[in-house]
């Protein structure tokens, strides 16, 4: 069965660095997603990426964050300078279409110190 | 904003007993979507449900997709020590230009005592 690959699957830094965290998408999927959960927490929504383009973010998601598609096949998210409050799991996600469920990865979990 | 909201948040159930849990979103949903998620591991896509009053099975697992579209359970039937893990509900607002956000609820972690 297609899986959503997340790399690396755990990720230590310290505080004020920055991270990129990288997904490779199924193949034929269209959506991309990036959601975060911390430790024991519901799953929030980070940003959703359609047709090459961020097609909706959250409020999490501000000026330290960002999303490229570099390649056709990798999907990455970036944290500039990262904070003690960053520090969770981080979910990729990928879906056919809107009416569809997704398929996310095995996560990153990102420890800020 | 979309708030989706689960009851209960923990259930401990022996072994052989039914559970359910409720979510109750504050918009009209176009669809809802239920996901599982074992201790350790990733959301694992469960169902979706799109019509009004919807219900359908799998296995023991039966969903329902409220009148009003703002509500949605998830029941299990004589609970086995496999069904341990939180369920979450993810609903997709009606209307607007939504490139397919789920909103998450908050899961119930359901324990299955052996």
């Known amino acids: 069965e297609p899986e959503v690959t997340q790399t690396p699957s755990h990720q230590v830094t310290q505080m004020g660095q920055e991270v990129i965290l990288r997904c490779v998408p199924i193949?034929?999927?269209?959506?991309f997603y990036w959601y975060r959960q911390i430790l024991g927490q519901k799953v929030e929504f980070l940003v959703s990426f359609y047709n090459n383009e961020i097609s909706e973010k959250s409020e999490i998601f501000d000026d330290q964050f960002s999303v490229e598609r570099p390649d056709g096949s990798n999907f990455t998210l970036k944290i500039r300078s990262t904070k003690l409050e960053d520090s969770a799991m981080y979910f990729c996600a990928s879906s056919e279409g809107t009416g569809f469920g997704y398929t996310f990865g095995s996560g990153t979990r990102l420890t800020v110190v | 904003g979309q708030q989706v909201m689960q009851i209960p948040q923990y259930q401990h159930v022996q072994e052989g007993e039914d559970f359910t849990t409720y979510c109750n979103s504050s918009?009209?949903?176009?669809?809802i979507q239920w996901y599982k998620q074992r201790p350790g591991g990733h959301p694992v896509f469960l169902i979706q449900?799109?019509?009004?009053?919807e219900v359908k099975k799998q296995k023991r697992l039966t969903f329902q997709f409220g009148e009003a579209k703002k509500n949605s359970s998830l029941h299990i039937t004589a609970t086995q020590t496999t069904d341990v893990g939180t369920y979450f509900c993810a609903g997709r607002g009606a209307g607007g230009t939504s490139y397919g956000k789920l909103t998450f609820g908050q899961g119930t972690i359901l324990t299955v005592h052996p």
């Open positions: 193949s034929n999927h269209l959506y």
């Open positions: 918009t009209t949903l176009s669809n």
């Open positions: 449900l799109v019509k009004s009053g």
